[in-house]
């Protein structure tokens, strides 16, 4: 089992930065990827970014490329999963989930709501 807890969601105004947090604990040896989904109101859920635990590539949504950072520290209590989102615009604005994959199934956090607004 896998837990995941996530931060650092709010409000933001057209421009600016916000950095969402995500800590996984648990049989964490069993994660091989983690990532960043979001989902607005309408809208199915898609992939933000993600990164391989080992190797650590990433992966990034056009839409989110040169403005997105993801990236992953790993101890030996948890990994934390960051993505750094810069020149944020409105449609930016969605529910953001953490994720991870193991070999036996996904999680996923209970979401954050990041909002881009004037």
């Known amino acids: 089992q896998v837990q995941l807890v996530e931060s650092g969601g709010g409000l933001v105004q057209p421009g600016g930065s916000l950095r969402l947090s995500c800590a996984a604990s648990?049989?964490?040896?069993?994660?091989?990827?983690m990532g960043w989904y979001r989902q607005a109101p309408g809208k199915q859920r898609e992939l933000v970014a993600s990164v391989i635990t080992n190797g650590g590539a990433t992966n990034y949504a056009e839409s989110g490329k040169g403005r997105f950072t993801i990236s992953m520290f790993r101890d030996n209590a948890k990994n934390t999963v960051y993505l750094q989102m810069n020149s944020l615009k409105p449609e930016d604005t969605a529910v953001y989930y953490c994720?991870?994959?193991?070999?036996?199934?996904?999680?996923w956090g209970q979401g954050t709501q990041v909002t881009v607004s004037s």
């Open positions: 994720h991870c994959r193991t070999l036996m199934e996904d999680y």
């Open positions: 648990g049989s964490i040896f069993s994660i091989f990827a």
